[in-house]
T-cell receptor, first 114, second 115 residues
Framework: SAVISQKPSRDICQRGTSLTIQCQVD?????MFWYRQQPGQSLTLIAT???????TYESGFVIDKFPISRPNLTFSTLTVSNMSPEDSSIYLC????WGWGGYTFGSGTRLTVV | AQTVTQSQPEMSVQEAETVTLSCTYD???????LFWYKQPPSRQMILVIR??????QNATENRFSVNFQKAAKSFSLKISDSQLGDTAMYFC????????????FGKGITLSVRP
């Protein structure tokens, strides 16, 4: 299955600033998925990123707050904009694994906003 | 819309014993996938086991097995011979068939294995 390199692994940011999270996959994939996991909670899908088109956002998430880049079939970025303490979460990217129906995840970015 | 329910927030088990984690789901689809993912403190999401709905045989992976009851929409995970390294959050997840379908997760359960 695919291997995903996600950066940074953690960051502490000032409120009002932005952070860009990167995910690099070792193989070409059609879709990449971005999740948020608030402290002690489950994973919530933020958006689905398809190469060459705008990302599709889930209810409650907007492009101005979470702009996504998908310049090619192996790379994507998620930016958390104008951060507030409520954005403190783990952010994970994910891709579909070929042939077995499941999904592989990056190692996550732990974001703390102060 | 699909929903996944994990009603037990926490469980504890003695090392070497067996524990069962519960999961129910709701869907109108006839074919789909179900998963159990493990998330240790390192926060890496690790696939534990998967089940395809059209397969009647319960999936097994070493010490991990599932009890898949399609009619009851139940998908429980049994961990045998529990080990300290099994301590983690466990998430039940659902996805429809078809490329690039999203995963829907349950709330998760925190499993602690006691030495």
């Amino acid at each position: 299955s695919a291997v995903i390199s996600q950066k940074p692994s953690r960051d502490i940011c000032q409120r009002g600033t932005s952070l860009t999270i990167q995910c690099q996959v070792d193989s070409q994939v059609t879709m990449m998925f971005w999740y948020r996991q608030q402290p002690g909670q489950s994973l919530t899908l933020i958006a689905t990123a398809n190469q060459g088109s705008e990302a599709t956002y889930e209810s409650g998430f907007v492009i101005d707050k979470f702009p996504i880049s998908r310049p090619n079939l192996t790379f994507s970025t998620l930016t958390v904009s104008n951060m507030s303490p409520e954005d403190s979460s783990i952010y994970l990217c994910s891709v579909e694994g070929w042939g077995w129906g499941g999904y592989t995840f990056g190692s996550g970015t732990r974001l703390t906003v102060v | 819309a699909q929903t996944v329910t994990q009603s037990q927030p926490e469980m504890s088990v003695q090392e070497a014993e067996t524990v069962t984690l519960s999961c129910t789901y709701d869907t109108s689809e006839s074919n789909y996938y179900l998963f159990w993912y493990k998330q240790p403190p390192s926060r890496q999401m690790i696939l534990v086991i998967r089940q395809e709905a059209y397969k009647q045989q319960n999936a097994t992976e070493n010490r991990f097995s599932v009890n898949f009851q399609k009619a009851a929409k139940s998908f429980s995970l049994k961990i045998s011979d529990s080990q300290l390294g099994d301590t983690a959050m466990y998430f039940c997840a659902f996805r429809q068939t078809g490329a690039n379908s999203k995963l829907t997760f349950g709330k998760g359960i925190t499993l602690s294995v006691r030495p």
